[in-house]
């Protein structure tokens, strides 16, 4: 993918000065192994943090090394210090854990204490204000602490990409959905950049790029792309013109930032002045890395972003959208297995989703502007969606917000895509979560998120919890099972 970061891995050992350092640094290579073996890149650092004078060479080699994601690795109980200042000074983010001891016979010299060391080392971390990732159990075999790598490598991608990424934002959110309409202040607490701008911008640059000599071959890449769903050629060399836009405008804009993404006003003056629906470039652009959220949805094109650096894969946005009707689940109640009807909803939207997320995926009109906007004739200016059916497997949905107090909350649940016709329109898919309806009402509903839900293509739910965590969210909200109550949840229903 183009717009997401990559993450070089580097570990360092401390020891404390009063531990053999040769135990700290054994177990270090012992963990390099483990990394080779699960096919995880990591650059062992050659110094040894005992003293300050060793976090300035530690961090030297890091330097020269392009190291932008950190492991402090306790082989022993560690000066809790300097590990904590070597974090601090890294300035990207850092991943503590620590050895476990390692065999009965050796717990004389060999006894590390690490176990002990990890609670000095979260006091000290606590008072320089730092939020390293620290495993659910942090201390564990060089096996087990490479796996943990592995999955800190995903949520450091998460924050290396927000520390480096601003979001252009054409229009200003639409009235009918204000639930979009979220302060920007908590984006800037979390280093991301804002660019704001008029739709007139938008309309200004796209007009500039009539007669683009690229757009010839970007209408024959998307020719191909849609090969026989291909339902509306015409439109294609508009759709050209307007990706080209985006995209020379994220080149222009992007500044001081690596990484740009887009929140765009997409309707209803959209389809009169541009003459389409935005719909399939959202799709292509999104494929890259590139989330272009609709609705001007700032939180939800952060969303995906945050997504597609979880899982190094496309990411799309759908509306938590209708209920599945009753004969619709018991015709195919042998696929929905253990859910309750409570349990299913459609997600849906107008045709933002990947081609490679759908099955059957063909360029369409868009229904409901269609009967706003040109109700007694062919589709025009309402031809531009990607629409089909959601491809079935695991998903999990996710949302970054902000709230009217300016502060940010999140959630976080994990489910699945059935292979069962939606019989409707649009980008669609029929979906479960357990616990769905719980979750909806004390959950979507009880903490005031939109409709917009972030949508990742597998299980990543470990990643997104733990990355909330780091960037400092408090309130990160997931699917309680029946046995577990929400807060406000009547114990008497």
């Not at 804002?194 to 640059?205: G, P």
């Not at 090969?227 to 985006?246: D, S, V």
């Not at 489910?415 to 357990?434: L, M, T």
């Amino acid at each position: 993918m183009l717009n997401i970061p990559g993450v070089k891995l580097g570990i360092v050992a401390v020891s404390r000065d009063c531990f053999p350092v040769q135990l700290s640094e054994a177990r270090r290579k012992a963990v390099v192994r483990a990394c080779e073996v699960l096919g995880t890149e990591i650059v062992e650092i050659r110094v040894t943090v005992e003293n300050e004078s060793h976090v300035l060479a530690a961090l030297e080699e890091l330097k020269q090394a392009g190291v932008n994601a950190l492991v402090v690795y306790l082989g022993n109980f560690g000066p809790e210090g300097p590990e904590t200042m070597l974090a601090q000074k890294f300035g990207g983010p850092v991943m503590f854990a620590a050895a476990a001891e390692e065999s009965a016979g050796d717990l004389v010299h060999g006894r590390g204490d690490a176990f002990c060391g990890m609670l000095n080392a979260s006091y000290n971390l606590a008072l320089r204000k730092l939020r390293p990732y620290i495993p659910e159990y942090p201390v564990g075999t060089a096996e087990e602490v490479a796996r943990w790598i592995g999955d800190f490598a995903h949520v450091a991608r998460i924050m290396i990409g927000l520390s480096k990424l601003k979001i252009f934002t054409f229009g200003p959110r639409p009235q009918d959905f204000v639930a979009c309409n979220a302060p920007i202040k908590p984006l800037y607490d979390l280093g991301v950049e804002v660019m704001e701008n008029s739709e007139l911008d938008l309309f200004e640059s796209f007009n500039k790029h009539a007669g683009d000599p690229r757009i010839d071959g970007v209408v024959r890449d998307m020719a191909a792309e849609l090969g026989e769903g291909n339902g509306h050629p015409g439109i294609l060399p508009k759709l050209a013109q307007f990706e080209l836009t985006l995209l020379d405008w994220m080149e222009k804009y992007r500044g001081a930032s690596e990484y740009a993404i887009f929140a765009n006003k997409c309707w209803p003056a959209f389809q009169t002045q541009f003459g389409f629906v935005p719909c399939y470039v959202n799709s292509r652009m999104a494929f890259r890395g590139i989330p272009v959220a609709c609705e001007v949805d700032i939180y939800g094109a952060l969303s995906e972003y945050i997504i597609s650096c979880a899982t190094e894969m496309p990411a799309t946005l759908l509306d938590i959208n209708n209920t599945v009707p009753r004969d619709m689940v018991e015709a195919n109640a042998d696929k929905f297995g253990g859910y309750k009807a409570t349990d299913l909803f459609m997600g849906f939207h107008c045709g933002n989703t990947p081609k490679s997320c759908m099955k059957n995926a063909a360029m369409k009109h868009q229904l409901i502007m269609h009967r706003l906007l040109e109700p007694d004739k062919e589709p025009d200016i309402t031809r531009g969606t990607l629409e089909g059916t959601i491809q079935p497997g695991d998903i999990t949905l996710f949302r970054l917000q902000g709230t009217a107090d300016c502060g940010l909350r999140s959630y976080v649940a994990q489910g699945e895509v059935f292979d069962v016709d939606p019989q409707s329109f649009g980008a669609i898919g029929v979906i479960a979560v357990k616990e769905m309806g719980r979750f909806y009402r004390h959950v979507l509903i009880g903490k005031q998120f939109p409709h917009h839900a972030g949508v990742a293509f597998k299980h990543v739910g470990k990643v997104l919890f733990s990355a909330m965590k780091m960037l400092g969210v408090e309130d990160v909200s997931y699917n309680q099972p029946a046995t577990l109550p929400y807060p406000d949840e009547n114990p008497f229903v």
